[in-house]
């Protein structure tokens, strides 16, 4: 009889977070916001607009994906305003669960690349986030249509 030794994520003990609603997250030419349908419907009825209109006026297609436009050549999101999210209670999937990414928490290296532009990872007031919420929020990306 085998016995099969089963690899537990790096974070298995959790990882301290807390948001400090820098901003950051928000900015940049090099990243996108990709909408699940959900996303586009929830977006839409917040404006109080048509799914085409907001289509229209917020989004632009990159890599075959809906994504956000950006505000300005810096790469601000569309919906960032004096570092605040105008559409906080009906941000995007993808926001909702940075920075509990599958891409982030492929390794623990990746997560502390991430720690270079997001001051909330490791953050010393921050609170130790268990590991099922972290992999609730996976499970989330992984299954959206974004």
């Given at each position: 009889?085998?016995?099969?030794?089963?690899?537990?994520?790096?974070?298995e003990?959790?990882?301290?977070f807390?948001c400090?609603?820098?901003?950051?997250?928000?900015?940049?030419?090099?990243?996108?916001?990709f909408?699940s349908t959900?996303?586009?419907k929830?977006?839409?009825?917040?404006?109080?607009?048509?799914?085409?209109?907001?289509?229209?006026?917020?989004?632009?297609?990159?890599?075959?994906?809906?994504?956000?436009?950006?505000?300005?050549r810096?790469?601000?999101?569309?919906?960032?305003?004096?570092?605040?999210?105008?559409?906080?209670?009906?941000?995007?999937?993808?926001c909702?669960?940075?920075?509990?990414?599958?891409?982030?928490?492929?390794?623990k290296?990746?997560?502390?690349?991430?720690?270079?532009?997001?001051?909330?990872?490791?953050?010393?007031?921050?609170?130790?986030?268990?590991?099922?919420?972290?992999?609730?929020?996976i499970?989330?990306?992984?299954?959206?249509?974004?």
């Open positions: 009889m085998s016995s099969l030794k089963v690899l537990k994520p790096w974070y003990k959790g990882l301290k807390k400090t609603e820098c901003g950051k997250c928000c900015t940049g030419k090099d990243g996108y916001v909408l959900d996303d586009i929830n977006l839409s009825q917040h404006f109080k607009i048509s799914v085409q209109e907001f289509l229209e006026k917020f989004t632009r297609v990159e890599y075959g994906k809906i994504a956000l436009k950006n505000l300005n810096k790469g601000d999101c569309i919906f960032l305003s004096n570092k605040k999210c105008m559409v906080y209670k009906n941000r995007p999937l993808q909702r669960t940075f920075p509990w990414w599958p891409r982030i928490m492929d390794s290296e990746e997560w502390e690349s991430t720690q270079e532009y997001c001051e909330g990872i490791e953050h010393e007031n921050g609170e130790t986030v268990p590991f099922d919420t972290i992999q609730e929020n499970e989330k990306m992984l299954q959206s249509d974004a």
